[in-house]
């Protein structure tokens, strides 16, 4: 009996062993190679807002395939998302936002983040209400 349980140790073990070597773990994910960073992405964004600053930290993000920094910046009462392409420098997308929905997108990534996979980004939904909300204005 003892040497049942042993065996069946030994196998977990090996099992959990394997699953780290071969890189399973989201700790063993690699960080892409990008030609800029978060400080010159920052300077991309502040370069369209002038007189405009910089809110929080600046992520790395993989928007579609692509790696892009989301710089928030303050400029004229208004929060603007830019979104700057981290290979290239140029902006991706921008669009004006509001300190909750921001707070909301945060807490869909991390739900969706916990349950092991990410959802697709928010952001998406919100560039197309944007988008039907001009719409509706220009008619």
């Known amino acids: 009996m003892n040497m049942r349980n042993s065996l069946r140790l030994a196998v977990a073990g090996l099992s959990l062993l394997s699953l780290a070597v071969v890189g399973i773990h989201p700790a063993h994910a690699q960080t892409p190679?990008?030609?800029?960073?978060?400080?010159?992405?920052?300077?991309v964004a502040l370069k369209k807002y002038k007189g405009g600053k910089v809110k929080g930290k600046t992520p790395l993000e993989?928007?579609?395939?692509k790696w892009q920094y989301g710089?928030?910046?303050?400029?004229?009462?208004?929060?603007?998302?830019?979104?700057?392409?981290?290979?290239?420098?140029?902006?991706?997308?921008?669009?004006?936002?509001?300190?909750?929905?921001?707070?909301?997108?945060?807490?869909a990534e991390s739900a969706a983040k916990k349950g092991g996979k990410m959802k697709k980004s928010?952001?998406?939904?919100?560039?197309?209400?944007?988008?039907?909300?001009?719409?509706?204005?220009k008619k």
Do not use: F, R
């Open 71 to 107: 710089v928030m910046v303050v400029a004229g009462g208004k929060m603007h998302e830019v979104m700057v392409d981290a290979n290239t420098g140029k902006i991706a997308s921008e669009e004006v936002v509001t300190a909750k929905e921001e707070a909301a997108e945060k807490k």
């Open 122 to 137: 928010t952001k998406k939904t919100k560039m197309e209400a944007g988008e039907k909300g001009e719409a509706s204005e």
């Open 62 to 65: 993989n928007e579609e395939g």
């Open 33 to 43: 190679k990008t030609k800029l960073t978060a400080v010159q992405a920052e300077a």
